[in-house]
Every structure is written in C-alpha cells, then in structure tokens.
C-alpha cells in the first residue's frame, strides 16, 4: 500500500479549500491515462476536476517525493 497524498483545490462554488487524499500510486496512474483526479466538497455537494495547473503540481509534487 502507497503513503497517502492529500491534496486540495478551491470549491468553484463556496471557495473553501477542500482536500482529498489518493495514493501516490492512484495520482500517479491518473496522471499518465490523463483521467480527472476529482475533488469533492460535502458543503456544497459538488465535485470538480483539479485544473491543469494544479495537476502540473501534483506531477511535480510526485516527482519530488511529496
């Protein structure tokens, strides 16, 4: 089993940070199909992809051992 990586992302429709943890394995398999690595918020009941942006940190992140 993998360490967990949490990670976060702004609720597009309250703005709170919510955070969500995968493997690093998981976010690593993500990554290379190029599939969405989903974020929820229980406030709002909503869930969003992370951007593009925020999945380049991931990668980098990932690579550094994070």
Do not use: F, K
Not at 1 to 11: G, H, K, V, Y
């Amino acid at each position: 089993m993998s360490d967990p990586a949490p990670i976060s992302s702004e609720c597009p429709n309250c703005h709170q940070e919510r955070a969500v943890t995968y493997t690093r394995e998981e976010l690593a398999e993500l990554l290379r199909a190029g599939a969405d690595i989903e974020v929820i918020c229980l406030s709002c009941d909503e869930s969003w992809p992370l951007s593009t942006e925020e999945r380049a940190d991931v990668a980098r992140g990932l690579e550094r051992g994070y």
